[in-house]
């Protein structure tokens, strides 16, 4: 049997929400000590709703709730301030970060480490949008999901040689080869380490990386695509 409980005051962002019947909400948010909560938000629909205009999506919440099964009842939400709206590209790489947390990131499964660098590369964005802090984030996603890259050793255990290239096989790690290789998951040896260390100044690590990041998050998505990807091809095709 399933008891009953109450959350008060959990720091949240909201990563998606959907229309419930005809005047509420059900709420997927990502919570510091909860990890990622559905919750269903009453009425939060109707115009004179206090949680309508707070319940928006990159801005930092605090959220109370209660309940129990997978579903619960959102109670109070509060907004918390100091966060810039995100607009433009940078609302783009958002709603991306947000995708990401909805599909890979397991209910209920607590990952205080990566709300407060979600919470991070928010700010960063509303900065200034860059690549670089996309590629930070799915390596610190990845790390905490338990799918860590390997970086500075090859599957055989030796130091990764910057100036060697090498196969990158998903759930195995860096394979070295005798000559400069081909195909998506062919990288150099410099990439790996820069990567390591998120140093992303060099043009080629970035593209590179790009292409692996893209294919690890491709494997553990079990071949489900990201609207989020399809906006940006499209919008690069405009």
């Not at 081909?182 to 990439?191: V, Y």
């Not at 071949?223 to 989020?228: A, Q």
Request: glycine letters at 8%; a neutral charge; charged letters at 25%.
């Amino acid at each position: 049997m399933q008891h009953r409980h109450k959350v008060d005051g959990q720091p949240a962002y909201v990563l998606h929400s959907y229309p419930f019947r005809e005047t509420s909400l059900i709420v997927e948010a990502f919570s510091r000590d909860y990890g990622r909560v559905a919750l269903l938000a009453r009425g939060a629909r109707r115009a004179r709703s206090v949680m309508r205009g707070v319940l928006m999506a990159f801005q930092p919440l605090e959220l109370s709730w209660a309940g129990k099964g997978e579903v619960q009842t959102l109670m109070k939400a509060e907004w918390q301030g100091g966060q810039p709206l995100l607009t433009g590209k940078a609302l783009f790489c958002g709603y991306y970060l947000n995708e990401l947390l909805v599909n890979l990131l397991p209910r209920e499964d607590a990952h205080p480490r990566l709300f407060s660098f979600y919470a991070e590369v928010l700010r960063r964005f509303a900065l200034t949008p860059r690549e670089s802090d996309i590629r930070c984030f799915e390596r610190a996603f990845l790390q905490e999901l338990g799918y860590g890259l390997l970086l500075l050793n090859d599957v055989n255990g030796y130091p990764v040689d910057p100036d060697g290239f090498y196969a990158y096989e998903i759930e195995r790690g860096p394979v070295r080869l005798d000559v400069a290789g081909r195909g998506p998951l062919a990288i150099r040896g410099k990439t790996l380490i820069d990567l390591a260390e998120d140093d992303f100044s060099d043009a080629r690590t970035l593209l590179e990386a790009k292409q692996l990041m893209r294919a690890l998050i491709a494997h553990y998505l079990g071949g489900k695509s990201l609207e989020t990807r399809k906006i940006f091809m499209e919008y690069h095709e405009l």
